[in-house]
């Protein structure tokens, strides 16, 4: 299922991971194990945010996907499911017996 993985960084943990310079390497392991469809890079709220669009096969890979963030960054991480345009399409027809 295609997810958006919100996650938010805490201020203060951030700012050291970038001061040690381990906040890219952090950032970097953490999409290779995602393998994301897209992942976008701003500020929601004055906090540094990411918007991660990746595909979960299984509810277990909730703890390998968000531990990264919460243990090394103290950052708030937020799953929703989500569709692209052909998703959307599909469950339209499906609403109307297609």
């Given at each position: 299922?295609?997810?958006?993985?919100?996650?938010?960084?805490?201020?203060?943990?951030?700012?050291d991971a970038i001061t040690n310079g381990t906040l890219p390497?952090t950032i970097e392991n953490a999409l290779a194990n995602l393998?994301?469809?897209?992942?976008?890079?701003?500020?929601?709220?004055?906090?540094?945010?990411?918007?991660?669009?990746?595909d979960m096969q299984d509810p277990s890979q909730m703890p390998?996907?968000?531990?990264?963030?919460?243990?090394?960054?103290?950052?708030?991480?937020?799953?929703?499911?989500?569709?692209?345009?052909?998703?959307?399409?599909?469950?339209?027809?499906?609403?109307?017996?297609?």
């Open positions: 299922m295609r997810m958006l993985l919100k996650v938010q960084l805490d201020t203060p943990t951030a700012n390497k393998r994301p469809e897209a992942a976008y890079f701003t500020t929601q709220d004055g906090i540094r945010t990411a918007f991660i669009f990746f390998k996907t968000g531990e990264p963030f919460f243990l090394e960054l103290g950052a708030k991480v937020q799953y929703t499911p989500v569709m692209n345009v052909e998703d959307l399409r599909k469950g339209l027809a499906a609403l109307n017996g297609g």
